[in-house]
């Protein structure tokens, strides 16, 4: 007679955890997927390098109902389209499948074509709390060679923000002065409250002198900029995961629920414009995100 196995209860309670920690990791990418954190192909990519990653575990009809402005009927369609089994998982499609589906994502969802490196003039954006603040402090403090453009803005000082250093603090009159003027290369009203503004002197002194300058600024400013600006190289910044965006949020304790919650919906907006961006940048790490920032830099200044 055959020896029937018990599995130990210790073996049970490990597979139950991995089976949960699974679960919340196929539900996370599937948020990141929603808000744009991450590409659908690039999902795709890594299904494919490696079918037992959490990507190459996802059933197709997840990966499909994830994506952006598609439901249950749309995701049927495309099924048939293509001619993939609801079945499968992303890791386990054939190489026609595979071709067919990266073919279908090209054409809804086209992958950024940078344009050539033209300009020394870079502009730095992303949703609220990604982080473009530090990124841009990382740069000033070790690449002095960079020029940071100091934005003006109507808002009141944060703790250990510097008047002059992380923007010019000013009040509404002397932020209407300086429109009138023609001194802002661009402004805009951020969050439907303050508004926040890049001063064109220091910045058109600066380049001619032969320097690069970086300018952080938020997704209006940046559109602002690119039309006065066509040569200018677009930078975007994107956190890990969505989920990380919200605890940095959450984290940084400088707004109230209600400002938290507008910010979240303003972030959303703000991800889904990134294919206006001529390169995309995953702020996981400040100096590596730095790196990447100032690698760019080197590039438009040859």
Same mark, same amino acid.
């Given at each position: 007679?055959?020896?029937? @196995?018990?599995?130990?209860?210790?073996?049970?309670?490990?597979?139950?955890?991995?089976?949960?920690?699974? +679960?919340?990791?196929?539900?996370?990418?599937?948020?990141?997927?929603?808000?744009?954190?991450?590409?659908?192909?690039?999902?795709?990519?890594?299904?494919?390098?490696?079918?037992?990653?959490?990507? #190459?575990?996802?059933?197709?009809?997840?990966?499909?109902?994830?994506?952006?402005?598609? #439901?249950?009927?749309?995701?049927?369609?495309?099924?048939?389209?293509?001619?993939?089994?609801?079945?499968?998982?992303?890791?386990?499609?054939?190489?026609?499948?595979?071709?067919?589906?990266? =073919?279908?994502?090209?054409? @809804?969802?086209?992958?950024?074509?940078?344009?050539?490196?033209?300009?020394?003039?870079?502009?730095?954006?992303?949703?609220?709390?990604?982080?473009?603040?530090?990124?841009?402090? =990382?740069?000033?403090?070790? &690449?002095?060679?960079?020029?940071?453009?100091?934005?003006?803005?109507?808002?009141?000082? @944060?703790?250990?923000?510097?008047? #002059?250093? &992380?923007?010019?603090?000013?009040?509404?009159?002397?932020?209407? +002065?300086?429109?009138? =003027?023609?001194?802002?290369?661009?402004?805009?009203?951020? =969050?439907?409250?303050?508004?926040?503004?890049?001063?064109?002197?220091?910045?058109?002194?600066?380049?001619?002198?032969?320097?690069?300058?970086?300018?952080?600024?938020?997704?209006?400013?940046?559109?602002?900029?690119?039309?006065?600006?066509?040569?200018?190289?677009?930078?975007?910044?994107?956190?890990?995961?969505?989920?990380?965006?919200?605890?940095?949020?959450?984290?940084?304790?400088?707004?109230?629920?209600?400002?938290?919650?507008? +910010?979240? @919906?303003?972030?959303?907006?703000?991800? *889904?414009?990134?294919?206006?961006?001529?390169?995309?940048?995953?702020?996981?790490?400040?100096?590596?995100?730095? *790196?990447?920032?100032?690698?760019?830099?080197?590039?438009?200044? +040859?």
């Amino acid at each position: 007679m055959a020896e029937t @196995r018990v599995i130990p209860e210790v073996d049970r309670a490990a597979a139950a955890r991995k089976a949960v920690e699974r +679960r919340r990791a196929r539900a996370s990418l599937k948020r990141d997927l929603t808000m744009r954190v991450i590409t659908p192909q690039a999902v795709l990519r890594r299904a494919i390098d490696d079918p037992d990653s959490v990507e #190459g575990s996802m059933r197709i009809t997840d990966f499909l109902l994830a994506l952006p402005a598609i #439901g249950a009927g749309k995701r049927d369609r495309v099924l048939e389209d293509l001619q993939i089994s609801p079945v499968k998982r992303l890791g386990g499609l054939g190489a026609r499948q595979r071709v067919v589906l990266e =073919h279908w994502l090209d054409g @809804r969802f086209p992958p950024l074509s940078p344009r050539g490196a033209r300009s020394r003039l870079l502009v730095l954006a992303g949703p609220t709390a990604v982080g473009k603040g530090t990124v841009a402090a =990382h740069i000033r403090e070790n &690449h002095p060679e960079i020029h940071l453009s100091v934005s003006a803005t109507t808002r009141p000082p @944060r703790p250990g923000e510097i008047d #002059g250093v &992380h923007y010019y603090f000013v009040d509404d009159a002397e932020f209407d +002065r300086l429109i009138e =003027h023609g001194e802002l290369l661009e402004y805009a009203v951020v =969050h439907n409250r303050s508004r926040y503004g890049t001063p064109r002197p220091p910045i058109d002194a600066a380049l001619a002198e032969g320097k690069t300058v970086l300018l952080e600024i938020d997704l209006q400013g940046a559109r602002q900029v690119r039309a006065a600006e066509p040569a200018a190289t677009l930078i975007f910044l994107l956190p890990p995961s969505w989920d990380e965006l919200v605890q940095r949020l959450v984290g940084r304790g400088t707004e109230g629920a209600e400002e938290r919650a507008r +910010r979240l @919906r303003t972030a959303k907006v703000e991800l *889904a414009a990134q294919n206006e961006f001529d390169h995309l940048i995953v702020n996981e790490n400040v100096a590596d995100a730095a *790196a990447e920032v100032v690698e760019l830099s080197s590039s438009s200044a +040859r």
